[in-house]
């Protein structure tokens, strides 16, 4: 597959799974896909993934030989639709010289480790991750700290209002960025001002819009928001484009494709996002940097 690296100075997004809780799969869904959470952010060269839903397998395969020695895996929580897919990204059987770190910032400090030895076990899967042939790292902060790695990148966390807790990320590049914010539950009152004051004037934000308004009333305290509240949260907080995310396995090509019509009517650069499609923002400054590049794969 044609990576379609737009420039190494660019800040890319490239969505590997875009649904929430359960995977979808059919005719129906053939637009917007049908693997659950995975995104693939590019500061330059430097790959960060995000959760590892099954669309992380899909990232595996893309990668090949080509994945860096070491992989960082930031964890937005636990749920099963956001780790499900790791013993199956490819980089995890390239052999002992690789390295899968993951990072999880829910946990009041604690790693995945102790949940992934749980999950990844007899009854409930065949073998533990140790087992296979890369070396893991499992590391645990607290959302709201900035991560910085020995290369000096630094990116951005914060708490998000999620059954069990999540984690925001904000992720900055050559005088841009882009924030990760699934899975939420919009509060009362909304915005919230600690979330627009993290997300604020972001190039792009990655919203939870799971259900509709009216699904929403059946579903309070589920831990999911919608896109009319993405809408009033990117506006409140002077962020230029929205990509909504972790939508609902049932909602169908026809059904998003409507959605997304009546979301660009009050929000001409949101959009929801599509399985690999990939999106590079150029550096700030340069003449082709004041429209986010949209390339669908
Ligand atoms: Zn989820
Ligand atoms: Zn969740």
Not at 20 to 30: D, H
Not at 230 to 241: I, N, P, R, S, T
Request: hydrophobic share 40%; aromatic share 10%.
């Amino acid at each position: 597959m044609n990576r379609r690296v737009a420039s190494a100075d660019a800040l890319q997004v490239r969505f590997w799974g875009v649904r929430g809780s359960t995977c979808a799969s059919g005719p129906q869904y053939v637009e917007f896909g049908g693997h659950t959470p995975c995104v693939e952010i590019r500061c330059g060269e430097r790959l960060f993934v995000i959760d590892a839903g099954t669309g992380i397998s899909a990232l595996g395969a893309s990668l090949g030989m080509d994945a860096p020695a070491k992989v960082d895996i930031l964890l937005s929580h636990l749920h099963i639709d956001h780790v499900g897919g790791l013993p199956f990204f490819k980089p995890t059987l390239l052999g002992k010289d690789r390295t899968i770190r993951t990072y999880c910032g829910n946990l009041d400090g604690e790693s995945a480790k102790a949940a992934f030895d749980r999950l990844f076990a007899p009854p409930l899967f065949p073998i533990r991750l140790d087992q296979l042939p890369a070396h893991f790292e499992h590391h645990g902060f607290k959302a709201g700290e900035t991560l910085t790695f020995e290369d000096g990148l630094t990116v951005g966390t914060h708490p998000l209002n999620h059954p069990g807790g999540a984690t925001g990320y904000r992720f900055h590049h050559r005088g841009r960025s882009v924030c990760y914010i699934s899975d939420i539950e919009h509060s009362d009152p909304w915005p919230d001002p600690g979330l627009a004051a993290f997300i604020r004037n972001a190039d792009l934000m990655i919203y939870d819009g799971m259900f509709s308004e009216t699904e929403y009333t059946y579903c309070q305290g589920w831990g999911h928001s919608t896109w009319q509240k993405g809408v009033e949260l990117a506006k409140a907080a002077g962020v230029k484009a929205l990509a909504i995310f972790h939508v609902l396995p049932g909602h169908d090509d026809i059904f998003l494709k409507a959605a997304e019509k009546d979301m660009q009517a009050v929000m001409p650069t949101a959009f929801i996002a599509r399985e690999r499609q990939g999106i590079a923002l150029q550096p700030a400054g340069e003449a082709a940097a004041d429209k986010a590049k949209t390339a669908v794969a």
